[in-house]
Nanobody
Framework: VQLQASGGGLVQAGGSLRLSCAAS????????MGWYRQAPGKQRELVAV???????NYADSVKGRFTISRDNAKNTVSLQMNSLKPEDTAVYYC?????????????WGQGTLVTVSS
């Protein structure tokens, strides 16, 4: 599975960005998908996840501002980010997890940089 993330960039505080991640290869609609981020000097953290059934979960820091969605027909997962804050600055990674035979696999995209200026 290959994941290609796009949509990062520079935005002022209060602005919006939409990240997208396209998957190719051995895709399953039963996969769970999510977005993580890693700020300089910090550990990678979960931002949002969307399960195969469509339920979602968000980090407390982004609740009410970010929305994750998936399009199984297009094999994409997106993250709409509104009311961005400087503390949202990070490299954002898309993630896809699911069973491949007897193994639970974990796939990562290459990361896309989001910079929020104050």
């Amino acid at each position: 599975v290959q994941l290609q993330a796009s949509g990062g960039g520079l935005v002022q505080a209060g602005g919006s960005l939409r990240l997208s991640c396209a998957a190719s290869g051995s895709i399953s609609n039963h996969d769970n998908m999510g977005w993580y981020r890693q700020a300089p000097g910090k550990q990678r953290e979960l931002v949002a996840v969307i399960l195969s059934g469509g339920s979602t979960n968000y980090a407390d820091s982004v609740k009410g501002r970010f929305t994750i969605s998936r399009d199984n027909a297009k094999n994409t997962v997106s993250l709409q980010m509104n009311s961005l804050k400087p503390e949202d600055t990070a490299v954002y990674y898309c993630n896809r997890q699911g069973w491949r035979g007897n193994y639970y696999q974990n796939y990562w995209g290459q990361g896309t940089l989001v910079t929020v200026s104050s």
